[in-house]
């Protein structure tokens, strides 16, 4: 009732206003609104099996109504009724709903906005396309500033009519700062803007993706600059910066792609789109090539000036052997580029053919690791080659612990296995000394066994001597 309350009021003002109808009209709705979704929240909480209170997700929520029955009113007045909600704390995930609903329904009554076709055919003067200017830029101001709120898709949508309505640059480089934040999101189809306002310009719009992309590339420059300690401290291979450097590596090289094949799209378009990433985004380059290779095919006028330029973007260390194979047979390269190729090709080869027969050299294992994977080492940002070191130091810390306590145990046991040693040779030499000192008899005793036997041997020994001395005599 209030709603309908609101849309009457449309034709009534600026009496309505000042007697404050309209005003009051919004605040109910916004504090209804706001009252039934902490309703709808208490009624999907739940207790989970480990009886903790937690909410469901899955739920459908009931305290959304309003969104489909705010789309009837006029975007000045809708534009009040949502900024009061905000600040009444309805949910964001509400809000960009309710604008994706809005815009839906103003945005698409005129066919020639989402029909690329019929661009040309635009006015921009016209008296319609100047509401949907007047919409465009209020749903732009009115958009949550927490990521995800709205999605991607829907951004771009409001990108390509902010561009074809010739809106605000304020509106449109807010547009491409959201965009950016969340580009690892972003899908081919997104990206492929297309040129509406220059006829012989390129198809489609490469100076607005650029500057998303340094949008991108800003905020992963400001999040590695971070002095948060537990950004450095994650074990994680890769971190999720790092992660969408590469989703947005890849994206970009098929938008390369996609876009080559343009006759009007000059070269330092190409190159400083090419160039745009850090050069740890890319741990292969097959993708680049393969982009490079078209814009070459399709442009095939450049100079050798041009041609050696375009080369020097690709590191044809990061290259797989069939993407090798194929630049070493291609003829679109420059000779110098060829060379390079075949050279790093017989390292790979090389290496390869060590690796098999045998691993007395080590160092050209690490080589040939260098070369087939990509450095991936190379390939990793700043703050995850920091954490990376970080990780093996703590390693290493704990290695040599392990070997200080190891090390206090062998000399313990050194110590133990003297000492015993020690003490069996004192015994051992006793005994000896004591066997031999029986053996020699040096008083004559003869009451043992063992000294008398040497008497009686003597004594026949000395009666044996003196028959044959009397035998002689005779």
């Not at 000045?76 to 960009?96: F, H, N, W």
């Not at 800003?218 to 300690?229: C, F, G, I, L, R």
Request: hydrophobic fraction near 35%; charged fraction near 25%.
């Amino acid at each position: 009732m209030c709603v309908e309350v609101l849309q009457q009021c449309e034709n009534l003002l600026p009496l309505a206003d000042e007697l404050r109808v309209v005003s009051r009209c919004i605040d109910a709705i916004a504090s209804k609104a706001c009252a039934e979704q902490i309703a709808s929240s208490f009624s999907r909480l739940e207790y989970s099996s480990s009886g903790r209170l937690h909410m469901n997700r899955q739920a459908k929520s009931d305290g959304d109504w309003w969104i489909e029955d705010l789309s009837v009113l006029r975007v000045d007045l809708y534009q009040k009724v949502i900024t009061a909600m905000k600040c009444r704390g309805v949910r964001p995930e509400s809000i960009g709903a309710s604008l994706v609903n809005y815009a839906q329904k103003e945005l698409t009554k005129k066919s020639s906005l989402w029909n690329p076709c019929n661009q040309a055919k635009v006015d921009l003067l016209s008296g319609s396309n100047g509401h949907e200017k007047l919409v465009v830029e209020t749903i732009v101001s009115l958009l949550p500033i927490e990521k995800l709120a709205v999605p991607i898709t829907f951004l771009f949508g409001l990108l390509r009519s902010a561009v074809m309505l010739d809106c605000t640059i304020s509106c449109r480089l807010d547009l491409e700062r959201r965009i950016g934040s969340q580009l690892d999101i972003a899908t081919l189809d997104d990206l492929l803007i297309p040129s509406f306002r220059h006829a012989g310009d390129t198809l489609f719009d490469v100076d607005t993706v650029h500057r998303i992309l340094v949008n991108f590339s800003q905020q992963d420059d400001s999040e590695d600059d971070m002095d948060d300690a537990s950004v450095f401290e994650s074990d994680s291979p890769h971190s999720p910066s790092q992660t969408a450097l590469f989703k947005v590596a890849k994206l970009v090289d098929n938008y390369l792609a996609e876009i080559a094949p343009d006759a009007n799209l000059k070269l330092p378009k190409f190159m400083v789109i090419a160039d745009v990433l850090p050069t740890h985004a890319r741990t292969v380059h097959d993708g680049l090539y393969r982009a490079i290779d078209i814009y070459l095919k399709a442009h095939q006028n450049l100079s050798e000036l041009d041609r050696k330029k375009l080369s020097k973007l690709i590191d044809f260390q990061k290259l797989s052997q069939e993407a090798g194979a194929h630049a070493a047979q291609n003829e679109r390269l420059p000779l110098q580029s060829i060379v390079q190729v075949l050279y790093f090709e017989q390292i790979r080869l090389r290496n390869s053919l060590s690796c098999s027969y045998g691993d007395d050299d080590p160092k050209p294992t690490h080589q040939s690791w260098r070369i087939s994977s990509g450095a991936l080492s190379a390939a990793m940002s700043p703050r995850d080659n920091y954490a990376s070191l970080r990780r093996e130091n703590r390693e290493l810390k704990l290695e040599l612990a392990r070997l200080r306590m190891r090390l206090n145990d062998l000399e313990k046991e050194h110590v133990c296995m003297k000492r015993d040693m020690e003490k069996s040779n004192s015994r051992k030499f006793m005994s000896s000394f004591s066997k031999k000192i029986g053996k020699l008899s040096f008083f004559g005793h003869s009451s043992s066994r063992g000294s008398s036997s040497p008497s009686k041997h003597s004594h026949r020994t000395d009666s044996k001597v003196i028959e044959r001395t009397c035998a002689s005599t005779e």
